[in-house]
């Protein structure tokens, strides 16, 4: 008999939030809005019990026969968050490394994780289960890359693509949601949960019609309508796979709802948007506008940060808007810059004493209209009399950034 088989005669029983118990087998659980999460573990401390009760878990699936089992092993359900937020845990304060030491590995990291979005969005095509082990896996080594040195993949997530639109843009909110969840101090076990739920957030798009994703002119509203529906359709996909968490699937759920209850699917307001789900909606919203689509042209960093500005704190959570701003930097790595003399390069380090003094590796100068030796140039430092003009793109000065960003940092 296969495990899924014996799942199947193991006899269940539903109970309420007040009745859970510590050694409880866990099998589901739905929270305050009936959305129903295959997530299965034991309850090994009463604290997991606060954690559910603060996620609004309102009823759970438990196995009975399974109670008196593995009561004092550890559990295997994912940490759901609290209302007083994690303190930042000993697993948190890795050693950083360079830039230069992480880079390749994050660009096969990178690279990886493009294809593997690739399978998934095929195999969803086919009708195939999600390869949820290898998703793990793969969000699991970004996180981990992100602890070692985040600039790399921050980097990375800057060269967009025009032609890998969904799987960039999917890979690059993990990494976006990744370094943020780390600005904030929590907790690296959960950041795991939130990166796989990033990368998983708009898996329901591949199921939308081509001609709708890529049409170039505004929606219909039926079209539009017919757009909304990835959410649903993301959170259809991801309750098959019972081995995606908890927090995963509310991250899809609520990437486009928003404070003032103008979002969707339902509509939340205010508090019934989790601090998760309103992370995300601000790591999706900064990507898009900075991101090219057939439909419109990318915006630079500082204009996309002045937008979720304006929109706080009616669409977006103000404070979280705040610390994300400050978690990238007024010039995020990876930024293409021209500086006064006339040097573009791209921002390889921040500043935190001086943000608008970051570090800056150079390697084409416009006034010759040639390349100049890379070179490293601290912005704060006072032999350097350079500082940024402006953000610019590439195709303003008809260069292959892919390749100067190759050279720069990774060869």
Do not use: W
């Amino acid at each position: 008999m296969t495990k899924k088989e014996n799942n199947l005669t193991e006899a269940s029983k539903v109970i309420s939030i007040e009745q859970l118990k510590v050694g409880m087998y866990i099998k589901s659980f739905s929270d305050s809005s009936n959305l129903s999460i295959k997530s299965e573990g034991y309850i090994s401390c009463e604290e997991q019990i606060t954690q559910l009760q603060n996620a609004r878990v309102t009823t759970l699936v438990i196995i009975p026969e399974k109670q008196q089992q593995t009561v004092n092993l550890a559990s295997v359900l994912p940490n759901i968050e609290t209302i007083n937020g994690n303190k930042q845990s000993a697993n948190n304060k890795a050693l950083p490394i360079s830039l230069d030491s992480e880079l390749k590995k994050a660009n096969h990291l990178y690279k990886s994780a493009k294809d593997l979005q690739s399978k998934i969005l095929n195999q969803i095509k086919q009708e195939k289960s999600l390869p949820a082990e290898d998703i793990q896996s793969t969000t699991d080594a970004m996180v981990d890359s992100i602890f070692r040195n985040q600039d790399a993949l921050t980097c990375l997530s800057r060269l967009q693509t025009k032609d890998k639109q969904l799987t960039e843009h999917s890979l690059n909110v993990a990494i976006l949601m990744s370094v943020f969840a780390k600005h904030l101090n929590i907790d690296k076990r959960i950041i795991q949960e939130l990166t796989l739920g990033a990368f998983l957030h708009d898996i329901g798009i591949v199921l939308i019609p081509k001609e709708i994703l890529n049409k170039k002119t505004v929606l219909t509203e039926k079209e539009n309508n017919i757009m909304k529906s990835h959410v649903a359709l993301g959170i259809k996909l991801l309750e098959e796979s019972p081995s995606i968490s908890y927090i995963a699937i509310k991250m899809v759920k609520e990437h486009h709802e928003r404070i003032d209850g103008s979002g969707y699917p339902n509509q939340l307001k205010g508090d019934q948007i989790s601090k998760y789900g309103r992370m995300i909606a601000i790591v999706n919203a900064y990507d898009s506008m900075t991101s090219s689509r057939p439909y419109k042209s990318s915006v630079h960093p500082i204009n996309a940060f002045k937008a979720l500005i304006a929109e706080s704190p009616d669409v977006y959570d103000e404070e979280l808007v705040e610390k994300f701003i400050q978690c990238l930097g007024v010039y995020p790595v990876g930024t293409l810059v021209k500086l006064n003399s006339g040097k573009l390069g791209l921002i390889s380090k921040l500043n935190k004493k001086k943000p608008l003094h970051p570090f800056v590796r150079v390697f084409y100068n416009t006034r010759m209209n040639q390349a100049i030796p890379i070179q490293e140039i601290n912005l704060s430092e006072s032999k350097y009399k350079d500082q940024i003009d402006r953000c610019i793109k590439p195709e303003e000065f008809n260069i292959n950034l892919l390749g100067f960003f190759k050279a720069a940092f990774i060869n």
